[in-house]
T-cell receptor, first 117, second 118 residues
Framework: AQKVTQAQTEISVVEKEDVTLDCVYETRDTTYYLFWYKQPPSGELVFLIRRNSFDEQNEISGRYSWNFQKSTSSFNFTITASQVVDSAVYFCALSETIKAAGNKLTFGGGTRVLVKP | EAGVTQFPSHSVIEKGQTVTLRCDPISGHDNLYWYRRVMGKEIKFLLHFVKESKQDESGMPNNRFLAERTGGTYSTLKVQPAELEDSGVYFC????????????????FGPGTRLTVL
């Protein structure tokens, strides 16, 4: 069965510090997708990134970057120069591709990030 | 384009009562999912609709939960009778249908409904 582990339950940093969120996953599938979502205090889950298992290139989007390493089954997320608005709960999720007609997500437990001014 | 909306945002009911949650997906999205997060645990999948058909309901906890999506537009999730352990946040998500790109299915989530059963 698929599983996602986010070992860090809460991280507290001071503004402008970098913060890295760990995500480790387990799957038997050879083709799968990994996601990161952000849950701000307002409650909705905001999609950040999707990465498929064939693409191990790291990705950068503004202050956000993602490091996908298939060899260690990890998909870590780094926020550079953190800001107070980055305070939120961040979820890593996995979707297998066994079925063609849409796939359920398996979520990690989430990491709460608190950025202090 | 409007996002996924859910109603109500918060519901407080007593054990044994019935509650119905509603989800309006993004217009044109065929896939609709329900998830929930109970206190202190991960967000868990409940079920998946493709248009009006239930594609996967393997996550539904028991027969007190009934989901419908008549007409393939909005969906309702009814809990009857509600129990204390049903308390949590219920999320709805939708995604477009891409037959040829199996698995390429970014789900867009609503704000959730917080259910409290007393």
């Amino acid at each position: 069965a698929q599983k996602v582990t986010q070992a860090q339950t809460e991280i507290s940093v001071v503004e402008k510090e970098d913060v890295t969120l760990d995500c480790v996953y387990e799957t038997r599938d050879t083709t799968y997708y990994l996601f990161w979502y952000k849950q701000p205090p307002s409650g909705e889950l905001v999609f950040l990134i999707r990465r498929n298992s064939f693409d191990e290139q790291n990705e950068i989007s503004g202050r956000y970057s993602w490091n996908f390493q298939k060899s260690t089954s990890s998909f870590n997320f780094t926020i550079t120069a953190s800001q107070v608005v980055d305070s939120a709960v961040y979820f890593c999720a996995l979707s297998e591709t066994i079925k063609a007609a849409g796939n359920k997500l398996t979520f990690g437990g989430g990491t709460r990030v608190l950025v202090k001014p | 384009e409007a996002g996924v909306t859910q109603f109500p945002s918060h519901s407080v009911i007593e054990k044994g009562q019935t509650v119905t949650l509603r989800c309006d997906p993004i217009s044109g999205h065929d896939n609709l999912y329900w998830y929930r997060r109970v206190m202190g645990k991960e967000i868990k999948f409940l079920l998946h609709f493709v248009k009006e058909s239930k594609q996967d309901e393997s996550g539904m906890p028991n027969n007190r939960f009934l989901a419908e999506r008549t007409g393939g537009t909005y969906s309702t999730l009814k809990v009857q009778p509600a129990e204390l352990e049903d308390s949590g946040v219920y999320f709805c998500a939708s995604s477009p249908r891409e037959w040829r790109l199996a698995g390429l299915d970014t789900q867009y989530f609503g704000p959730g409904t917080r259910l409290t059963v007393l």
